[in-house]
């Protein structure tokens, strides 16, 4: 697989990373070029076929609008906010994809060397990335404290996305019946949470 240099001239992955509400990572895949669009990665992924195979007993993964909609994948809503509830859906939206922000922060802030950058073979660079999510699980299974933050890491952003994947219309369904379940009335006891097990993002790492 070719390996180009991004926009910022130098040269990256797209790493996809799944995590949990304890900002544990459950799946991470590191195998693809900064380039590559974010739902080509999860298409070809093995958390795709493990929540088609229902192993998260019917759970289900928060993500941007760059992966689509699907029975087990919800994204925010990008056309007009109509009602309430889809606001609050979207609000809520935000709120939970935070928990992988978080996640990416603490990861990168534990092992700098994921901002700054890897001058190594892209194979050991692959495995490096892998070591470095067992040990940051290992790190918050014990409640380690972060480091003192000394050095000054850039972030490198989100990778630029074309347009939003075109949603189905059965998997829209899926989405609309959970917002009117859960979001038609910000006095339902359960507004504010999308139930959900786990949180999908992709970020650049070089």
Not at 48 to 56: H, I, L, Y
Request: aromatic residues 8%; proline residues 5%; glycine residues 6%.
């Amino acid at each position: 697989m070719d390996f180009d240099a991004n926009r910022k001239g130098y040269f990256s992955l797209n790493v996809q990373a799944v995590c949990d509400p304890d900002l544990k990572i459950v799946d991470v895949v590191v195998r693809w070029p900064g380039s590559t669009h974010d739902a080509t990665i999860f298409e070809y992924s093995y958390i795709k076929t493990r929540m088609e195979q229902n192993d998260f007993n019917n759970g289900l993964l928060l993500g941007d609008s760059g992966y689509g909609v699907k029975s087990y994948i919800l994204t925010p809503l990008l056309n007009p906010i109509i009602t309430a509830a889809e606001h609050r859906y979207n609000q809520s939206h935000i709120r939970t994809r935070n928990i992988i922000e978080r996640m990416f922060g603490v990861w990168k802030r534990r092992f700098p060397v994921l901002s700054l950058g890897l001058k190594l073979e892209i194979e050991v660079i692959q495995d490096v990335i892998v070591a470095t999510t067992v040990l940051h699980n290992i790190a918050r299974a014990e409640n380690e404290e972060l480091p003192e933050d000394e050095i000054g890491i850039e972030d490198v952003g989100d990778i630029p996305q074309p347009d939003p994947v075109q949603h189905r219309g059965t998997d829209n369904a899926v989405r609309q019946a959970l917002i009117d379940d859960y979001f038609s009335s910000k006095d339902d006891n359960r507004y504010g949470h999308v139930p959900l097990n786990l949180i999908l993002k992709n970020t650049p790492i070089h």
